[in-house]
């Protein structure tokens, strides 16, 4: 038989190169930036756009001074350097009132606390974000915990202090060390654990910021014990509702009437503490994170109960969660922070006064109350009917479910719009400078500028604050949205 | 950082609340510190330095009273307080008293229920214009765009001065002298408008000081002091007594320097009274005798003070004008020491 | 065996008000209502005696005393010899023009940036996502400010405008011109823009002291009747085409309908514009919108256009891949497939979000007074408060507005997605 012989080809032939059109950054060029008429236009425009915005802002960014003592040295430092008429950057301001910014009117020698109060949060956060996972919460105190110390390596730096011939900074660094490696092993050997630590931020972390006698807190804490100590006692009989008040009312008499009375007497007995710092002397960042941490935190537990309030079957409940968190969510914070500084005085009992800075926390944290309840709420409503009716088919009681079965779902659904709210709260710090505290972004620069060397400042500060609180606000909104990714995976 | 401190602090309170007090001045020796209102940051007259530290010629007001009643001028706990949150905090007893450039005026003294004590600086409100503008009176201002700081009696003040010439203006209204500052340089206003005083602390730091004068109008009077809570007579004697100190010293030529020096050598039966050598003035008001010599001491007499913080040695440059003693043609005089 | 039908009737006990579930929620409620009013009570007396202890009252008669003060911007005439309680509504319209043209601009910007965020352009969704990602994470204050120092540092002072009779002399010209067609001013003080001015104005009538202009409600009246016989006329056209399948020409006679009328109007009214000229220190005439409104706008519509545009994408995003592909296939083309096909969809999860950024908004619009905008915060809640020491009052009543205000925007906007919502059937 003889072949026939067709040609066939026994190998491939080689690829040919695409056209130059369709290859290489020519090809995405085109692609990306002028595939049609409009995307074209859009390019350009976007480009000039850019291009606008640096040219206006190059120059007087390249012209930029650190080291002066005051404004019109600064500009007499330009003068000389680029010509008479050039405009620059004077950053001298920023390496001069750093601390400010930061600490407010915190004493120097003490910044280490608030410092160390900082890294410890994020050590309290680990295990709430990811509970009883070894590697992730070693890795991250561990990271903490370098951060903390080159921070408070920075600041003894920037601030040598010695008491009594001890250098304070080194003395510091040492406690926070011993501190930090300690949470890193507990980290390390019993994440689980690390939650207790947690439980107790709340009271390191007062201590920390205002110092004082160490009773204080610790009587404080008492309270919540004997609050637990009542409600088990009780519940047995009262069940859990009545319990849980007769535990608040417990706790609220030994804070109201007993604690001070035995914290005075260890005091008088035992003098422990450390130097007290008045909540007046916060400032800048740290009264930023003072007031959006402790109102984030104080208004989780009031806004599950104010969620579960409003999908409460008892009209009367429904109707006052609605209308408490319809009418915080309808007013303006400012009138919420005038309110603080103005009114609160008229409905709290005669001759009670307590700092500016507790009363805007106060209601500050009503106010993202509020807004974590609809958060809670809709986290609620994200869990599917089957987890309800589970709970009430294995006979548990309306307390048991929620805290057994629908509230560790419905919390770990919410965290992205807790931070979200968070984030929102944090930049709502900047308005409290309207009721006169020291907020970083105008209360601060306020002060920077009725110095008289720095009068006459104006963008300096405000790109310094600015970009600090671009950086903090955007890394958190980055880790919302991977959480929430990573959660819509989890579910399916 | 969470409820803990809430409720601790509450608890605290409410406990505070149970002691019920006789007055201001029981007040803060119980308290070992004066709680003096001041402004947020106010150039000379009161913010605080780069540590922290209240400084200027309100603030020092504060450190003459802490001295007097407690002994030491550094035991205040200065409250910065806006515009629209100082009476409030004086009246609701955050603050022991204020001293941060507020303006004397009828509706205050009665319907805010204040009680001004004493006049620390006379001013007055002007203007501030740009040489170029080629206007040399207030009068010339029609149709003129004015920046003018919100929250205050000027306001007020300027909308009276226009109306009584029959000339119109554009308000343009800022809110604090930094930013009136920025305005007015950039040309966002024809003029700028405040206190005298203001002015002259905004002048001296433009980088251009020359080309820019103070019209020569004084529209209003602006008589400037501390403030307590009216009904509190004993207090509001103890601040006003305590300036007055400082008046008094600046006319006999005591010093914070030769304070000491004067104690031992005075004849002068008034500066005996005064520096506690004769007689018990202090007692009459439930301090001890010594206390006007504390109050001098702390920052100096009266013209010590006005030039270390706002004084024509200074960068804001103030003259003393009204604010002379009455002896060289100011408003300045302490009633008599007896 | 006996066989029970339903459980035994017990008797009532009184521990059933705690134990029985049928009855503990009462109990429950009724403790709370004890509490509550308790509560209530309880600041009612403390306000009553820290009001006597001060020797004070609760007393809204300030709102019928002189003011005193200017406002330089105002929508209802006003002058400082009108009333607090005028300065009240003064600032209240200041508040709501910002709050209504904000939520109109910041929705256009959202909606933009939000589609150009996912369109294949890579310039243009690095771009978006910059700008969103800056407005997001940087507080509203510092753009509010930011906006207002731009404006009035970079435009132009009144007296560039001048000519001199040197400068003619000279041919030159002056530094600065009045743009679109000479007609606007853009200085650093502000925006004077022409003023339509009638020679024969129907006159006006008051209602409360506010004046009303009849001719501009006759225009308006005008332009409503037009839109409406303009949907008439749609109306008969879409039914003429679905029964012959043809679509009558209807251009032009919309055209005719929405503004023959108007312009006759107003030319028998005799329209005119009022063009801003430079006298003295300033320019006069025209209508003179302040630097603050504009900044206070086109920072918050900048700052909740961010927001709205995160809403905008993620509602793309929630609309199922192939309903894109499935445009494609019909051969829509990109455009068309987003306005027609997602959009559309898209609405349902972009409005409730939408909601509340409105609200934001209109609560936002308070910051304005770090620029002295003076709305309803800088007039009753600042000026006014500070004039008259009454801060009980002004901040209630200012509480009070705000909340009402949140509530009809709310209540609006809920309508409007129920009527948007995928009615199912």
Not at chain 3, 219 to 240: E, P, S
Not at chain 3, 302 to 307: D, E, H, I
Not at chain 3, 403 to 422: E, Q, R, Y
Request: a neutral charge.
């Amino acid at each position: 038989m003889q072949k026939s012989a067709t040609f066939v080809r026994k190998e491939m032939l080689q690829a040919q190169e695409p056209p130059t059109s369709e290859r290489g950054a020519i090809k995405w060029v085109r692609e990306n930036l002028f595939s049609s008429a409009l995307n074209s236009v859009l390019t350009i425009v976007g480009l000039v756009a850019a291009f606008l915005v640096i040219k206006a802002a190059l120059p007087w960014l390249l012209h930029s001074v650190w080291n002066a003592n005051s404004l019109g040295e600064c500009r007499d430092i330009i003068a000389a350097r680029y010509g008479e008429g050039a405009t620059g950057a004077c950053w001298a301001v920023v390496r001069e009132r750093w601390h400010q910014y930061l600490f407010g009117f915190y004493p120097q020698e003490l910044f280490w606390r608030p410092t160390m109060a900082f890294g410890l949060m994020f050590v309290a956060l680990a295990p709430v974000l990811y509970y009883g996972n070894q590697r992730v919460n070693t890795i991250m105190t561990g990271v903490v915990s370098i951060l903390t110390i080159l921070a408070l390596i920075g600041i003894s730096l920037a601030f040598p202090q010695t008491i009594g011939g001890v250098e304070a900074g080194a003395l510091a660094v040492l406690v926070a060390a011993l501190v930090l490696g300690g949470l890193t092993a507990v980290a390390w050997l019993a994440p689980k654990r690390l939650l207790y630590f947690t439980l107790l931020y709340p009271a390191v972390g007062f201590y920390l910021l205002w110092g004082g006698s160490i009773w204080g807190p610790i009587g404080t804490l008492a309270g919540f014990a004997v609050l637990v100590v009542v409600y088990n006692l009780t519940k047995g009989q009262l069940g859990v509702v009545v319990g849980t008040g007769a535990g608040v009312v417990a706790a609220a008499i030994w804070w109201l009437a007993i604690q001070s009375h035995v914290t005075g007497a260890l005091h008088s007995v035992l003098p422990l503490g450390t130097a007290h710092v008045d909540s007046d002397e916060f400032g800048g960042f740290l009264l930023a994170f003072v007031i959006g941490v402790t109102a984030i935190a104080a208004s989780l537990p009031m806004g599950i109960l104010l969620a579960l309030g409003r999908r409460s079957d008892m009209p009367l409940i429904k109707a006052l969660s609605v209308g408490f968190i319809e009418f915080i969510r309808g007013v303006p914070l400012i009138t919420m922070l005038f309110t603080a500084s103005l009114l609160l005085q008229y409905f709290l009992p005669p001759r009670s006064n307590f700092d500016l800075i507790l009363r805007v926390i106060i209601l500050v944290t009503f106010f993202s109350a509020a807004y974590i309840a609809e958060v809670i709420r809709g986290g609620l409503a994200a869990l599917p009917r089957g987890q309800y009716e589970a709970a009430d088919a294995l006979g548990l009681d309306y307390w048991q479910a929620q805290r057994l079965i629908v509230m560790p779902q419905a919390l770990k659904i919410s965290i992205p719009g807790i931070v979200s709210s968070f984030i929102g709260l944090f930049k709502d710090t900047t308005l409290v400078a309207l009721v006169g505290l020291h907020d970083p972004l105008q209360g601060v620069t306020k002060v920077v500028r009725a110095a008289i060397e720095w009068k006459g400042i104006y963008w300096e500060p405000y790109i310094f604050v600015g970009l600090i609180f671009f950086a903090c606000c955007f890394s958190m909104s980055r880790y919302s949205m991977y959480l929430e990714r990573k959660l819509k995976r989890d579910h399916r | 950082m969470n409820k803990t401190v809430l409720l601790g602090t509450l608890a605290a309170s409410a406990l505070l609340a149970g002691f019920a007090s006789a007055g201001t001045l029981d007040d803060v020796k119980a308290r070992g510190e004066l709680i003096c209102g001041v402004n947020t940051g106010l150039t000379g007259f009161g913010a605080p330095d780069a540590n922290g530290n209240y400084q200027g010629f309100d603030v020092a007001v504060c450190k003459a009273v802490a001295a007097a009643v407690l002994g030491d001028p550094n035991k205040v706990k200065y409250v910065p307080t806006t515009g629209e949150t100082r009476f409030t905090a004086l009246a609701s007893g955050e603050v022991d008293m204020l001293a941060r450039n507020s303006t004397w005026t009828f509706s205050r003294d009665n319907d805010l229920k204040l009680d001004f004590v004493a006049v620390n600086y006379y001013d007055g409100q002007g203007f501030m214009v740009h040489k170029d503008l080629g206007v040399s009176s207030a009068k010339e201002l029609d149709g003129a765009t004015i920046c003018i700081q919100t929250g205050t009696t000027t306001e007020l003040n300027l909308a009276d001065f226009f109306k009584a010439n029959n000339i119109g203006y554009t308000p343009v209204t800022v809110a604090d002298d930094s930013e009136a500052q920025r305005q007015y340089l950039a040309g966002a206003c024809d003029s700028f408008t405040t206190d005298a005083s203001g002015l002259a602390a905004v002048r001296a730091t433009m980088p251009d000081a020359e080309n820019h004068i103070i019209l020569p109008e004084i529209i209003s009077k602006e008589p400037l002091g501390p403030v307590v809570r009216h009904g509190d007579n004993n207090w509001g004697d103890v601040v006003r007594w305590s300036y007055y100190a400082l008046v008094a010293a600046e006319e006999k030529g005591i010093t914070q320097a030769n304070i000491e020096e004067v104690a031992a050598s005075t004849q002068d039966p008034e500066v005996k009274r005064i520096l506690g050598l004769e007689g018990d003035l202090g007692a009459m008001m439930g301090l001890d005798k010594e206390w006007a010599k504390r109050a001098i001491a702390a920052s100096g007499n009266y013209g010590e003070i006005f030039a270390a913080t706002i004084g024509e040695g200074t960068s804001i440059g103030l003259a003393r004008g009204l604010n002379a003693l009455y002896t060289q043609g100011g408003l300045q005089y302490a009633p008599p020491f007896r | 065996m006996a066989y029970v039908a339903s459980a035994p009737k017990e008797p009532f006990r009184l521990s059933m008000l705690v134990y029985d579930t049928r009855y503990r929620s009462y109990t429950i409620q009724i403790v709370v209502l004890f509490l509550f009013l308790a509560f209530l009570a309880w600041l009612l007396n403390n306000t009553i005696e820290n009001l006597a202890a001060k020797d004070k009252d609760i007393n809204f008669s300030f709102l019928f005393q002189r003011a005193g003060y200017d406002i330089d911007q105002q929508l209802i005439p006003y002058t400082n010899d009108s009333t607090h309680g005028r300065a009240l509504f003064v600032g209240l319209f200041n508040t709501l023009i910002v709050a209504f043209f904000g939520c109109i601009l910041a929705t256009i910007i959202g909606v933009f940036a939000g589609v150009l965020r996912l369109s294949g352009n890579w310039v243009v969704a690095r771009l978006m996502t910059l700008y969103v990602e800056t407005f997001r994470n940087i507080p509203l204050l510092l753009w509010i400010i930011l906006a207002f120092v731009i404006f009035s540092e970079t435009a132009p002072a009144p007296r560039d405008f001048r000519v001199t009779d040197e400068m003619v002399a000279a041919g030159e010209a002056p530094s600065a011109h009045k743009i679109l067609f000479d007609s606007i001013a853009f200085t650093n003080r502000g925006m004077n823009i022409p003023r339509p001015y009638l020679d024969h104005p129907l006159g006006s009538i008051n209602v409360l002291d506010v004046p009303i202009n009849l001719s501009g409600l006759a225009v308006l009246a005008l332009i409503a009747i037009g839109m409406w016989v303009n949907g008439r006329l749609l109306g008969h056209a879409k039914a003429v085409q679905e029964e012959t399948g043809i679509r009558p020409v209807t251009w032009w006679k919309s055209l005719v309908v929405l503004f023959v009328p108007v312009i006759v109007l107003l030319f028998a009214l005799g329209l005119h514009w009022e063009i801003p000229e430079l006298k003295g220190f300033n320019f006069q005439g025209g209508i003179n919108v302040a630097h603050s409104f504009t900044a206070l706008l086109i920072a918050i519509s900048l700052y909740t256009g961010a927001f709205i545009a995160e809403a905008v994408r993620a509602g793309i995003l929630a609309i199922s891949r192939g309903q894109t592909e499935a445009a494609f296939a019909l051969g829509l083309r990109p455009g068309r497939t987003m306005r027609l096909v997602i959009l559309p969809q898209a609405l349902r999860v972009i409005i409730p979000p939408l909601i509340s950024q409105y609200l934001n908004l209109t609560k936002n619009t308070t910051l304005g007074m770090a620029i002295s905008y003076l709305d309803l915060k800088g007039t009753l809640g600042g000026i006014t408060l500070n004039q008259t020491g009454r801060e009980l009052e002004c901040m209630l009543l200012m509480m009070a507005i705000y909340l009402v205000l949140s509530l009809i925007i709310a209540s609006g906007m809920n309508v409007f997605n129920t009527a948007m919502k995928l009615k199912e059937r």
